[in-house]
Structure formats: C-alpha cells, structure tokens
C-alpha cells in the first residue's frame, strides 16, 4: 500500500523561506518520479516542481529561481525548500509520485494528503 506523508507547511510572512517534506512509503519496484503540485482557493491544481532522479527537474515559471526540488533515494524522500516566498504561493501543497508497482507494471500516480501554506503579513 501506498502511503505519501508531508511536514513543513505553516504560516510565513512575505520574503520568508519553509521547506516541505514528504516520504514515501510502500512495497514497489522503482520511484519514477517525485514532486509537488499546488491549489489555491478557487483554482485549479498546478504542478510546482517534479524530479525524475539522476538530478533532472523541472519547475513551473512562477516558482522557477525561488523553489528547489531535492530528493533522496535512501530515505524516499521528497524535500521542497521555497524562498523569497510571496503572497500569491499561498496554497494546498501535495506531494506527488509516479511509480512503477512491479516489474513490466502500469505506472501510476499518487497524490498525498497536502499541507497548507500561508505567506501574508
């Protein structure tokens, strides 16, 4: 069974910096991708940043310079470090990985819980 746990959301003021957690945790074959999406009230879900491992990521335009996606394969972890953090980044974050369940195997998609985070003054 898969299970996504996220930390580090939280209250922050305009200019400040969270990182965000998540740890993956289930009996498959490979960890394809691992990254975080987003949703603001009344908006649709965008994705933030993903990391396809080998050091390969991607990131949207709007977090891109501010945001840095890390990830570390002993501990099936994905970390989300946000600086310069603005009102407009306010949002449900969740975790997300694309996984392969067993040799040959569909990938699939998972999405975690979320945890909330506030940037005002």
């Known amino acids: 069974q898969v299970q996504l746990v996220e930390s580090g959301g939280g209250f922050v003021q305009p200019g400040g910096s969270l990182v965000l957690s998540c740890v993956f945790s289930g009996n498959v074959y490979s960890i394809d991708i691992m990254g975080w999406s987003r949703q603001a009230p009344g908006k649709q879900r965008e994705l933030v940043a993903e990391?396809?491992?080998?050091?390969?990521?991607t990131y949207a335009e709007s977090v891109k310079g501010r945001f840095t996606i890390t990830r570390d394969n002993t501990k099936n972890t994905v970390y989300l470090r946000m600086n310069n953090l603005r009102p407009e980044d306010t949002a449900v974050y969740y975790c997300t990985v694309v996984i392969t369940p067993e040799r040959f195997g569909a990938r699939r998609r998972y999405w975690g819980q979320g945890t909330q985070v506030t940037v005002s003054s």
């Open positions: 990391n396809f491992g080998g050091g390969s990521s």
